[in-house]
DNA sequence: TCCCGTTGCAACCTTTGCTGTTACGACTGC
DNA sequence: GCAGTCGTAACAGCAAAGGTTGCAACGGGA
């Protein structure tokens, strides 16, 4: 599997504005959590940007601009930014149509969705379960 | 997510092989199960390498050579299948190491590590409910 | 009104993994 | 020896993600 960073670096970059407001300051800026994660701003950007079309954070722009949370970290769950940052399912049909005249391959399709199905509606409800504040609460909790 | 087919594929092959095998034949050709799934032999061969390295297929050379079913449909799972041609974990960390001078950038790898594995363990406990003898029953029931 | 720091976004490149394809050697029953 | 199939290497094509550059838009402050 193609494996995804896209769900580790919404977090981090979410406790991390969840972390630097706790201190006191008003807005992070893409600059300050690139550093931490260490890749490039944009890149923040782009991932912070459909955090925001899904609610999670709200951006300022001008001086002093900046990423600010839209709800607290306990009400956000990383199903939450796993809807937000991962479009497709889990899993994948054929990428061809298989051959339609074939018992198998007439069947498989609707076979694996279904399967599929129940598969990920778990997937979405353990996802559900953490939050981010849990989250935060770990990363602070890791031994030095 | 890079949406991934490889795991549907396989349980097509399965599958294919499984019925071919209660039809009264002994085995079957790769060029066979890559007509049902409308893709090129090879690729089917290199699937079903994988499954024989996992112990759940046989292959034979020769003249009248193809392949067999190593277990029963029934005792064989998805979550066998899964581990056979899934290498990698299903969430990735950062591409590159976050910065260890930062309290996140030190704390989220082994945060997001110990979320992971939790929700990884529930989701080969569904695999594991699912058997290929499942699979089948499923693809026949499609309506026509 | 101008300046400055930051977001928003488009465009492009590189890397990576999967799939498809061709080619050919290895094997085995006839 | 022949024919049919596996085993595997090599390469091309494609798609997605990440990285990079560039620049317009915004908005508070001087």
């Known amino acids: ?10 977090a981090h970059a979410l406790a991390w504005i969840g972390l630097y407001q706790r201190q006191g300051h008003e807005v992070a800026t893409s600059e300050q959590i690139a550093t931490s994660a260490n890749t490039n701003p944009v890149v923040i950007r782009r991932l912070l940007g459909e955090l925001r079309r899904a609610g999670l954070v709200e951006s300022r722009r001008g001086v002093g601009a900046g990423w600010s949370l839209a ?10 930014v ?15 149509t298989p051959d339609q005249g074939c018992v198998v391959g007439y069947g498989i399709q609707p076979a694996m969705q279904g399967i599929y199905e ?20 770990d990363v602070l909790a890791a031994p030095r």
Chains 1, 2 share one sequence.
């Open 82 to 96: 796993y809807e937000a940052v991962e479009p497709g399912p889990l899993f994948a049909m054929h990428r061809t």
């Open 71 to 80: 709800r607290e970290l306990e009400s956000m769950t990383l199903l939450d």
């Open 1 to 10: 599997m193609s494996a995804n960073s896209r769900l580790t670096l919404a």
């Open 118 to 137: 129940g598969i990920e509606e778990t997937l979405r409800h353990e996802l559900a379960r953490v939050t981010l504040e849990n989250v935060l609460r």
